[in-house]
């Protein structure tokens, strides 16, 4: 049994290097689809985590007069603590709120310049208001309008709801694009190897002919063609790998640079799941590759 496996790997790689040229371009067309998976799954990462950083950031700034008093904030932020929308309340003073806006433009030496030009603290007293959940939004908005406070100076109120909606429907625009795609790469590779199969068995029908005559069985015969499409599939999966390494190291800057203090690493993100993402890819491409050529090979080896 070990010797007759020993046989099919060495006929199936002598298939492979007899053609050659269908072989390279099947590998090619098989890179070319991971690559556009692999994307899908970049976009993904990458649109998950925006939609974290917008939902981390939402809140609600009610800016107060500089007048308030004490007892005054602390009844206003009990008010507001006890609607159900809300998740948490904070409150940020004058000199908080000054300490976050120098913080904030460190580096825009004109600000600062214009800030100790002015001699005080323009900036007045607020509270930030978390919601519990996105959906609820609207209706948290709508009952801090209703507060008619007179300590309130005036109202942040941010439409966040619109801005998630707008990156989801990108990123369902790129994941379908990249669907239809990958869709063509496979439909594309599945022709490829077929017609790669249908040509080896044309070159080798003498041989087969001669395998039947001595008593070889059909395993033998067809096995070597769809041992095939698994060394496309792991020699596709192994350039892929070695491809797109360095490109998420050229992608990782930009993402660095768009999302400031998150930790977005999608270097870190394929080491960690390396086993899984490119684990499931190679079964993907070996039982696509797998079934074209069982296709081809019933059709054609019947010498």
Do not use: C
Request: net charge neutral.
């Amino acid at each position: 049994m070990i010797v007759s496996f020993g046989r099919v790997i060495k006929f199936s790689i002598q298939d492979i290097y007899r053609n050659i040229w269908l072989s390279l371009v099947t590998i090619i067309i098989l890179i070319l689809a991971l690559f556009t998976v692999n994307m899908l799954l970049v976009v993904k990462v990458v649109g998950d985590a925006a939609v974290g950083a917008i939902k981390d950031k939402i809140d609600v700034n009610l800016f107060l007069k500089n007048s308030a008093e004490e007892d005054e904030i602390d009844a206003l932020r009990v008010k507001v603590s006890n609607l159900a929308e809300v998740k948490e309340v904070s409150y940020i003073s004058k000199s908080e709120a000054l300490e976050s806006f120098k913080e904030k433009h460190r580096d825009n030496a004109e600000i600062l310049e214009a800030l100790r030009e002015l001699g005080k603290n323009p900036l007045t007293p607020s509270l930030v208001i978390k919601p519990k959940d996105l959906e609820i939004f609207d209706d948290l908005i709508n009952h801090l309008n209703t507060f008619d406070d007179e300590i309130i100076e005036s109202r942040n109120f941010t439409n966040y709801k619109l801005l998630l909606t707008q990156i989801n429907n990108i990123t369902d625009k790129v994941t379908r694009a990249g669907y239809l795609l990958s869709g063509i790469f496979i439909f594309i590779t599945i022709l490829v190897v077929y017609n790669s199969v249908r040509v080896a068995i044309y070159t080798h029908r003498r041989q087969i002919t001669i395998m039947r005559l001595v008593g070889a069985s059909r395993w033998f015969i067809q096995m070597p063609y769809l041992l095939s499409g698994i060394i496309y599939a792991l020699v596709s999966i192994i350039a892929i790998m070695f491809m797109f390494y360095p490109f998420l190291s050229l992608l990782q800057p930009y993402l660095e640079t768009f999302f400031v203090g998150y930790n977005i690493n999608l270097i870190e993100y394929y080491y960690g799941s390396i086993l899984t993402i490119f684990g499931v890819q190679f079964l993907a491409a070996a039982v696509i590759n797998m079934v074209a050529a069982y296709l081809a090979v019933r059709k054609y080896s019947r010498v």
